[in-house]
C-alpha cells in the first residue's frame, strides 16, 4: 500500500537478490502479464504468511537494456558462462545447476549467476535494465515434432531497474 500512496520510492523497493533470480539480482516484472503477477504474489503469500497480494502496474523505459530476446546480448552470455565455467573448473568446483521439481527448473542458480557475472563483469556499459523470456509452466498446446508448442503461463521480467526507469506505476 505504501507504494501506491507514495510514502515508499521507487529508490526503496526492495531488490531480489537470491541466488536462484531467473534475471539476476534486481525488481521484478511480468511485461504484459497481470494475471501472472498476482497468481505469483499469491503463491508467495501462501507461503509465506505475508500480506494479502496485489498487483502493481507500471510503465517502464527499458533505457540500457540488457535484452535476452536479441541475440547480440545472448552471445555476451556465451562469453561470460565460458569464462566462469574456466573459473569454477581452475580451482575444481562445479558450476551451479539450475534446479526444480519438474522441467521448470524455478530455483536459476546457474543463470543467475551468469547473469550477473555478464552484467558485471563483461559488458562494456552499464545496462539499466533487463528483459527476456523464460518457458515456464505447462504446455498450451501439445509438443510434437513438428512444433516448438505455446506455453502459458510466460514469464517476462526486468530486474535492476533503476529508478528514473520507472516514471509511472499504479
Known sequence: MNV????????EWPRSQNRWDWFGEGIYF????????????EEKARRSGSAPPA???A???????FDLTNVAYTKMLEV???????AYR???????????????????D???????YCLDKVAQI?????????WEGTAGLPRRQDTEGVAYPDRGARPGLYPRCLPAYA
Open 4 to 11: 501506491l500512496t507514495g510514502r515508499s520510492r521507487v529508490e
Open 30 to 41: 511480468w511485461e504484459h502479464a497481470p494475471e501472472r503477477a498476482l497468481r505469483w504474489a
Open 55 to 57: 498487483v502493481v502496474g
Open 59 to 65: 510503465v517502464i523505459q527499458l533505457g540500457v537494456c
Open 80 to 86: 561470460a558462462f565460458g569464462q566462469v565455467d574456466e
Open 90 to 108: 581452475a580451482v575444481g568446483r562445479r558450476l551451479p545447476r539450475n534446479r526444480g521439481r519438474d522441467e521448470d527448473l524455478r530455483s536459476r
Open 110 to 116: 546457474r543463470d543467475c549467476l551468469v547473469i550477473n
Open 126 to 134: 552499464r545496462f539499466q535494465t533487463v528483459r527476456g523470456a523464460f
